[in-house]
Each structure stands twice: as C-alpha cells, then as structure tokens.
C-alpha cells in the first residue's frame, strides 16, 4: 500500500516557466489537499478537494491551479513560476467519515520546489 | 488567521516532560496534532474533536479546551525519538461538522531532546 505519492521529489524552474507536481493516493481517500511549506510559517493550505469534479481555494492560491478528475489524482499545477513560490509543497488526503470529522491526514513525502 | 503555538522552541534531557500549546481566535471543531522530522513528512500523533472524543498516540497526550479553543499537547520521559517540529493544526466548527482535511496549522513548535 503506498499511501500518497509525490512526483518529483526535487525541481528547480526558471522564472516564468510552469509545471505540474504530481499528486496520487490509493486509498480511495474522497479529500485531498496541498500545502506548501516555508521556514517559520507552517502549512498554508493552497487548495483542496472533497471529491472527484470539485475543488476549492485554500488561503494562498494565487498563481496554483488544481483539477481533481479522478479519486486518486490530485495535480498541482504552476501557471507561470515566482522565485516566492520556492518552497517545500506537500499533498494530503484524508477519508471521509460522514458528518464526523475524526480522520488524520495522510501527508505525501513532498516536492521541494526552487524557482530562480 | 493561524493558531498560535507556544512556546517556538523547546530543549530538554531525555526523561524530561513538554508541554506545547496551541491557541485560535477562531470557534474550534477538532485540533489535530502532528510530528515533522526535518526532510520528511508530518506524521499524525493525535486528534482531539469538540465534545471530548480523542484519537491517536498512545504515549503522548492531549488536552482540548473548548471555550478557550485552545489545545496542549504532553510530551512525558522524552525519549531522543521525540526530537521534531510539532504542529497543531486546526478545523472550524461548521453545520456539518466536517473541515474536509482543511487545516489550519500553527507555525510549529521545535522540540530537541538530548542524551
């Protein structure tokens, strides 16, 4: 069972280039979510979704763009890069348990992201 | 806004107790807490929901103050392995009691154990 999958690991982009960090969990988790992560500033949560065909805007979703069309892919994608935008980018899911919210997030490995 | 954890950073011997807080300005569902080693993922240690129902580790504990909304978190006889970041993250309360994994996490507690 290998839980939440990040691809890559580490990128390093160009100011103005764009791409895509990879998100896929096999436990048929209904949410999912992406943070990223930055010295002093603990998780900001940049989008999520509850489900297949629905997504949302976390706090900080300038210049991120998301589409769930599977359960189990949930791709991140950077429009057009900012040095601001280097940071450690995690994905997570967690199952839905109905009206009652009592599940942990499941947290991938990260991509560590450095735009110059 | 981010709940505010207390104290930023923390260093003890092994054997020694921890206490971290966390502590919203904003009508708490559930507090959620997790360990972060450096370069890897958060792992989930405990989960405490509004009206007393916890889950989670079984040798760190936890304290959920609803009208204050603010949560502790006990670290007892620190071994080396609880070296990390903590984070307290935390779900509103809404009608449908479900934040869907939308957290908000404090800015992290730095806990470093020594022999």
């Known amino acids: 069972n290998a839980g939440v999958t990040q691809t890559p690991k580490f990128q390093v982009l160009k100011t103005g280039q764009s791409m895509t960090l990879q998100c896929a969990q096999d436990?048929?988790?209904?949410?999912m979510s992406w943070y990223r992560q930055d010295p002093g500033m603990g998780l900001r949560l940049i989008h999520y979704?509850?489900?297949?065909?629905?997504?949302d805007q976390g706090e900080v979703p300038n210049g991120y763009n998301v589409s769930r069309s599977t359960t189990e892919d949930f791709p991140l994608r950077l429009l057009s890069a900012a040095p601001s935008q280097t940071s450690v980018y995690f994905c997570?899911?967690?199952?839905?348990?109905?009206?009652?919210?009592?599940?942990?997030?499941?947290f991938g490995n990260g991509t560590r992201l450095t735009v110059t | 806004q981010q709940p505010v954890q207390s104290p930023q950073a923390v260093i003890l011997r092994e054997g020694e107790d921890a206490v971290i807080n966390c502590s919203s300005s904003?009508?708490?569902?559930?507090v959620h807490w997790y360990r972060q080693k450096h370069g890897e993922a958060p792992v989930f240690l405990m989960i405490?929901?509004?009206?007393?129902e916890q889950k989670g580790h079984e040798k760190i504990s936890a304290s959920f103050n609803e009208k204050k909304q603010q949560s502790s978190l006990y670290l007892t006889a620190s071994q080396l392995s609880y070296s990390g970041t903590y984070f307290c993250?935390?779900?509103?309360?809404?009608?449908?009691?479900?934040?869907?994994?939308?957290?908000?996490f404090g800015q992290g507690t730095i806990l470093t154990v020594h022999p």
């Open positions: 993250g935390t779900a509103v309360s809404n009608a449908g009691g479900t934040s869907y994994g939308k957290l908000t």
């Open positions: 979704s509850v489900g297949a065909g629905i997504t």
């Open positions: 436990m048929n988790h209904e949410y």
């Open positions: 405490l929901l509004k009206g007393g």
């Open positions: 997570a899911s967690t199952p839905s348990r109905g009206r009652k919210d009592n599940s942990p997030l499941h």
């Open positions: 904003k009508a708490l569902y559930s």
